[in-house]
């Protein structure tokens, strides 16, 4: 049993150790390039912990190498969190040969990782083969259609925004829409500048109406480089435009156009290197920029963590920006606890100048309780507009730190790991119920007219009711001879036949007459009926009358059992039948 | 019961129990797999029992979560959004879904998108909103129809507040219901916004990233017409980038 435990044990310890390890990769975007050319190397380092280390990039003679910063991606799946960090960097190569960038390495609790060597062949720059035929150029003398390209400046340090405009003007109609391609830019790196401009302009007296798109180009290492000839293919139609009486006038009612290509002059631009002795902290950062420093929290307990949000905004190359984490240690000093910055960046690009911030959030915790001061964080860069190097400074912020209500002071610290708490999407659900796809909005829209039609409805059989009120006579001479059939085709349930068929009659002649069915007799019969109706109607209504009153009034004279109802019921029906018609014809 | 009617009966509750058993099998392997931070073949579970609630004219909110859950740690930003905007469509006071939502927009700087009305309006969902609205109805035209037979002091008091109430939620409603019809989507992956329904260099004109709503205005072929909710700007984008919502 021990044994087993023991087994169990080491097993569990090299599990542990297995999820500590960390993982390093490096890959470059191409392998053979030319002198004018950069290579991008990527080096990933993941593992399962929030504080991934920096890798050593061996110094390399044969490249100049520039950091284009970092990205990084958290995730915490049942409070296990992993980090993959991509660092980037740009490889400026100084000479032609056959190069290996040797084994790049990170070192992690004691233990160090390093990916596999790269070769890189750079050749040399062999100028760009024009594929498109000299003939295909158009150039005519009065330049209907022409492009260019500019620069704001021909000289520029490294980091600096040059801005190329590229400018198509036409004063004839295009067939085509047309097919952009943008100049070979290497040694810079771009950045569109959008919005697209279109407005009209007069050149020697012709208005042309031109295209305008904006690029940035930050050069990425020191020497001369050639922005190359950035084309534009086109059909245009195919005649002159000033040749009205001409064949091809007509002709181009029938053409289908004439492709052309159009290519702008290729520019020259010197770098130059950043001026030398260059301050202590410099890390690189050319522009225009202000720092801005704050914390998430400004009180916290012992061993949380808050974020120290680092905001660098201004005008320049706002991806590349870099704040290294050994940087910020150097300002924080040893009171805190530093973990790796996250970085995200907002870039705008107003007036064509590129601008922005980006902003550094880097996770920090105190191990003691009391009040801490986060020093004034210093920014330097160079400002190419003064060619100095300027500082810009934060302001200092106090951190108050309370005693751990979660930890003994007493007790070891417990690991960086642990003491992080980065927000993250909740888990998955581990239950799931199921409903139908069709949202009966049709019903509920359907539903707020019920009270409605209800108190129309209520309103409706008021009204009907007081209607029925005011006009009482009339409803009751109307429905008599309705109720009256209604009543004799339940007659055969009626346990007194007698006593129902007297009821029947007086209250149809009770309704006619408008009066009581206590005051229906032969008189009122008599009264209201003789010499308005048919003498023989009126001769049958009186005999049924005096034969129910027989009925009614002599029960005793009457075998019941000999009494046929149906018979009974066909007579009064039918003399109430012609009865009603009689009156119809009469009211 | 006849022989042939017991052999059916258990065919019916066999094959009844197995797709039960499927749907089951399937959330859970993607679970596992999600577990395993092998987020790929965990969607794909996902997608698999989605797209077999959907043959049978079923939806899962939770479902959707999950699957918005799985493109969220394959850092696809825009396509988690658009799940968790699903799966608030049938789950709409959820807290997981609406924090994972809350979070995306922050992540993608999509925070503004709404006025602070148009969050008061969409507070309630549709369904709640009519039913509030139904509720004081009742109240307005029930007092109305008892005012018939009955003379009562309070009902007089009932009917005006009631006809307040009522009055509000008829705006809400019309509000919510023109919100529920409008044709909105969320871009799924970093896309060119276009002057014009087509792509070449020059209707360029910036690129739009993830996770954004737009408010589609019309289509051309293959391309909508659509208006940025947060950035406040109108462009065409392609029609395979934009996940549909509503409309």
Redesign the interface.
């Known amino acids: 049993m021990r044994t087993k435990i023991f087994i169990y044990f080491i097993v569990l310890l090299l599990a542990t150790k297995n999820f500590a390890e960390i993982s390093i990769s490096a890959s470059v975007d191409k392998n053979v390039i030319s002198l004018d050319e950069y290579v991008t190397l990527q080096v990933v380092v993941s593992g399962e912990t929030t504080n991934v280390p920096q890798p050593n990039v061996p110094q390399l003679q044969d490249f100049q190498i520039y950091s284009s910063g970092r990205s990084q991606?958290i995730?915490i799946?049942?409070g296990r969190v992993?980090t993959s960090v991509t660092f980037n960097y740009i490889l400026s190569p100084r000479r032609v040969g056959e190069f290996e960038i040797p084994p790049i390495s990170v070192e992690y609790k004691g233990k160090i990782y390093q990916t596999e060597p790269i070769k890189i062949k750079v050749e040399k720059s062999v100028p760009k083969q024009q594929n498109m035929p000299q003939q295909s150029i158009y150039s005519t003398k009065k330049r209907d259609i022409f492009v260019e390209t500019t620069v704001d400046k021909r000289t520029a340090y490294v980091n600096e925004q040059i801005t190329l405009t590229f400018r198509f003007y036409t004063r004839i109609n295009l067939l085509s829409?047309?097919?952009?391609t943008?100049p070979d830019t290497a040694g810079f790196i771009t950045e569109?500048l959008?919005?697209?401009r279109n407005y009209y302009t007069i050149i020697d007296g012709q208005r042309y109406y031109v295209?305008e798109?904006k690029t940035a180009l930050f050069p990425v290492s020191v020497g001369k480089f050639v922005i190359g000839p950035a084309t534009v293919r086109c059909t245009i139609e195919d005649f002159d435009i000033d040749d009205f009486f001409s064949d091809s006038f007509f002709r181009r009612f029938f053409s289908s156009g004439r492709e052309v290509v159009l290519k702008s002059e290729p520019i020259e631009i010197k770098v130059l290197s950043l001026p030398e002795p260059q301050p202590e902290l410099f890390s690189g950062n050319v522009g225009k920029y202000t720092i801005s420093v704050s914390v998430d929290k400004q009180k916290i307990e012992q061993n949380e963590s808050t974020f120290l949000n680092i905001k660098i905004s201004g005008i320049g190359n706002i991806k590349s920006l870099t704040f290294s984490k050994s940087l910020i240690e150097t300002f924080l000093g040893k009171n805190f606890v530093i973990y790796d910055p996250i970085t995200s960046f907002?870039i705008k690009k107003e007036n064509y100048v590129v601008k922005g911030s980006k902003t550094f959030k880097v996770p920090i915790s105190v191990s003691s309780a009391g009040r801490f001061v986060i020093p004034e964080i210093k920014f330097i860069y160079f400002n190419p507009q003064t060619k100095q190097y300027e500082t810009t400074s934060s302001t200092p912020i106090v951190l108050e730190v309370i005693p751990s209500t979660k930890y003994q002071i007493a007790k070891p610290v417990v690991s960086k790991q642990q003491q992080i708490s980065l927000?993250?999407?909740?888990?998955?659900?581990?239950?799931?119920?199921?409903?139908?796809?069709?949202?009966s909005?049709g019903f509920?829209?359907a539903?707020?007219f019920?009270?409605?039609i209800?108190?129309i409805g209520?309103?409706g059989y008021?009204k009907y009711e007081e209607k029925k009120l005011k006009n009482y006579h009339k409803y009751r001479f109307t429905n008599a001879y309705k109720n009256v059939k209604r009543k004799l085709k339940n007659i055969y349930k009626s346990k007194n036949v007698i006593e129902e068929l007297y009821n029947i009659i007086s209250e149809y002649l009770a309704d006619k007459m408008n009066i009581t069915k206590e005051a229906v007799s032969t008189q009122e019969i008599n009264k209201f009926f003789y010499g308005k109706i048919d003498t023989n109607v009126y001769n049958d209504l009186i005999s049924l009358w005096d034969e129910i009153n027989y009925y009614k009034f002599a029960p005793s004279k009457i075998d019941l059992n000999e009494l046929n109802v149906i018979e009974q019921v066909r007579k009064i029906t039918n003399v109430l039948q012609r009865l009603e018609y009689e009156l119809q014809k009469k009211y | 019961m006849s022989y042939k009617k017991s052999i059916k009966i258990t065919i019916v509750l066999s094959l009844l129990t197995n797709f039960i058993y499927c749907q089951q099998n399937l959330?859970q392997q993607g679970?596992e797999f999600?577990?395993k931070?092998d987020f790929v073949s965990a969607k794909e579970k996902f997608f698999e029992l989605n797209e077999f609630?959907?043959k049978n004219?079923?939806?899962?909110?939770?479902?959707l979560?999950?699957i918005g859950?799985c493109y969220?740690?394959e850092?696809k930003l825009g396509y988690a959004r658009f799940y968790f905007e699903l799966a608030k469509?049938?789950a709409y006071h959820d807290?997981?879904i609406n924090?994972?939502l809350r979070?995306?927009k922050k992540i993608t700087?999509n925070t503004a998108e709404e006025s602070f009305f148009i969050q008061i309006v969409k507070f309630l969902s549709?369904?709640e909103t009519?039913?509030f609205?139904?509720l004081f109805?009742?109240f307005?035209?029930?007092s109305?129809?008892v005012e018939?037979f009955v003379k009562l002091n309070f009902l007089r008091w009932i009917k005006r507040l009631s006809l307040v109430f009522l009055l509000c939620f008829a705006v809400l409603?019309i509000i919510r219901?023109n919100l529920?019809f409008k044709k909105t989507g969320v871009v799924l992956e970093p896309v060119n916004l276009l002057?014009a329904p087509?792509e070449?260099?020059?209707t360029?004109?910036?690129?739009i990233n993830e996770a954004k709503k737009v408010v589609v205005l019309s289509e051309k072929g293959d391309y909508y017409a659509v208006y940025l909710l947060q950035d406040k700007v109108q462009g065409w984008i392609k029609k395979d980038k934009i996940g549909m919502l509503a409309g």
């Open positions: 991606s995730s799946i049942n992993s829409q047309p097919q952009y943008p569109d959008p919005p697209q295209s798109i907002d927000e993250d999407i909740r888990y998955l659900k581990t239950f799931y119920k199921v409903k139908s796809k069709n949202r909005l509920y829209i539903l707020q019920l009270p409605f209800c108190w209520v309103v008021k | 959330f679970t999600y577990n931070a609630l959907t004219n079923k939806v899962s909110p939770e479902v979560y999950n859950c969220f740690r850092n469509k049938f807290k997981d924090h994972n979070f995306v700087g549709f369904e009519y039913i609205m139904f109805n009742i307005f035209f029930g109305l129809i018939n409603g219901l529920e002057s087509e070449t260099s020059f360029k004109s910036v690129v």
